[in-house]
């Protein structure tokens, strides 16, 4: 099975979860989105899939997001899309995607579904 983590190797979340697909016997290729951001439309393609909207996928405790207005109901999914890609810190992880689809995993748990 292919499988891709989105990963922050910093947070606690994002390394259960790795944890998870190693102990499955998986072997996912890790993409640590601080050092190699996703593009836009990958970010795009993924919420999509996920059946996310961007904002779902705003890592809204990360101080920036405030100072830079994110949080507001009205601001627009492309605003915030284009702030992520500006901020990848912005990015709430772990993004994981499988054959099954693509699941923003918190709780870590959440990726059982996509095993």
Known sequence: MT?????????GTSRKTLAILEEAGLRPTVIEYLKTPPSRAELERLYAQAGIRPR?????????AAQLGLLAEDVSDDRILDAMVEHPILINRPLVETPKGVRLCRP????????
């Open 3 to 11: 499988v891709t983590i989105y990963h922050n190797p910093a947070c």
């Open 56 to 64: 779902d996928g705003l890592r809204a405790k990360e101080p920036l």
């Open 108 to 115: 870590q748990d959440e990726v059982r579904a996509l095993l």
